[in-house]
C-alpha cells in the first residue's frame, strides 16, 4: 500500500497568441477547410512566436500551476518535463525552467521523451517520488513548439499539429485513496518508423539534401498509426478502468491526447463514455503532442467539467509507438 496519495494540487497551461486556422492551411497545401473537419475535427491551431522556444511557453504554464497549486516555486522537489521539440539537446527543457522559475534550491529536473504519451509517462513517473514519501511537491509539465518540426508542405502531417503547454503540480496528500491510483504504459518500439522525425539526431547528421528531403521534420504514415492508435488508446482506457474496478457511470471525465476527434470517438464509444463525458478542445489546438493532455486537464478543472472527489481517466497515444493511461480520483 503506498504511503501517500499523490494528488493534482494545481493546474495550468498556455498556449501562443498566433492561430493558424484550416483556412490559412488552403493556401499552403492542397486540402480545404471541410476535409480537415470532417477527418481530424481541427479548426484551428496555435503556433510560436519566432522568439518562443519550448521552455517559453512551459514556463507559463509552470507559473499559472504554482500559483493554483498556492506553493512557492521553492516548494518544489523535482521538475520532470514531457517534450519532443526540446529547445535544444542539452541542457534538457526541464533545467532550463528550473531556472527561468528561480528556484534557488538545486532540486533535480529531467526530461523524457514519449512523444504524446510524454505526459502521462511523466505523470507516473512523479508519482512513485510522492506515494513513496521522497518528494511533496513535482511540478510536471508538458510543453512543445511542433510548429519547428512540421513540413508545411506535407498536407498527410501540417494539418495536424499546433504548439502549447501545460502542467501540473502533483502533490503529496495523507489519504492514498486520493490521487493517481493506477497507471499503464506502454510501447512498441517496432512501430517507431511509422511516427518519426529520421533527422537531427546521431542517426541522420543535417546536410543539404536532408533538407531538401525535410527529413528534419515530422514524417507519418498516418493510415497505419490511426488503426494502432485506435487499438491502443481502447485497450488502455480498458486497463484504466479494470485497474480501479470502474464502469464509464462511475467515471467524471475522460482526459484524452487531443489526436484526433475520430480516433477519440471510437475508443471512447467502445468504452461506452458518451460525448460528455469526453474533453475535447482539438478543434482549438489540433494535436500539440506531450502538452495535450495537461492543457486539456487545465481548461476541465478551471471549466467545473471535473473537480474534487471525481474520477477522471488520461490516456494518450504516440511515436515510439506509445501509449499511457492514468486513473485519478481528484
Ligand atoms: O499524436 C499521434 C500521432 N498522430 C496520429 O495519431 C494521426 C493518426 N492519423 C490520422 O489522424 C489520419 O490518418 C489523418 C488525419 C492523418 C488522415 O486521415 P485519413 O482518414 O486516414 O485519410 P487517408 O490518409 O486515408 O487519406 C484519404 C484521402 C487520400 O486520398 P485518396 O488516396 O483517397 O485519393 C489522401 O491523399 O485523403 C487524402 N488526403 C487529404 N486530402 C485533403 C490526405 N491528407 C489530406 C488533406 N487534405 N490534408
Known sequence: MPRFGAIISGTGSYVPEKRLTNQDLEKLVETSNDWIVQRTGIRERRIAASEQATSDLAIEAARRAIESARIKPDDIDLIIAATLTPDMSTPSTACILQSALGI??????FDINAACSGFVYSLSTASQFIVN??????LVVGAETLSRIVDYTDRGTCILFGDGAGAVILSACDDPERGLQAFELGADGAGGPLLNVPAGGSRMAITPEVLARHDHCLKMSGR??????VTQMTHSLQQAMQACSLTSEHVRLVVPHQVNQRIIDSATGKMGFPAEKVYINIDRYGNTSGASVPI???EAMRSGRCGAGDWIIMVAFGAGLTWASATVRL
Open 224 to 229: 497505419e498509426v490511426y488503426k494502432f492508435a
Open 133 to 138: 514519501g521522497i518528494y511533496k511537491h513535482v
Open 296 to 298: 486539456a486537464l487545465d
Open 104 to 109: 534557488k534550491r538545486h532540486i533535480g529536473a
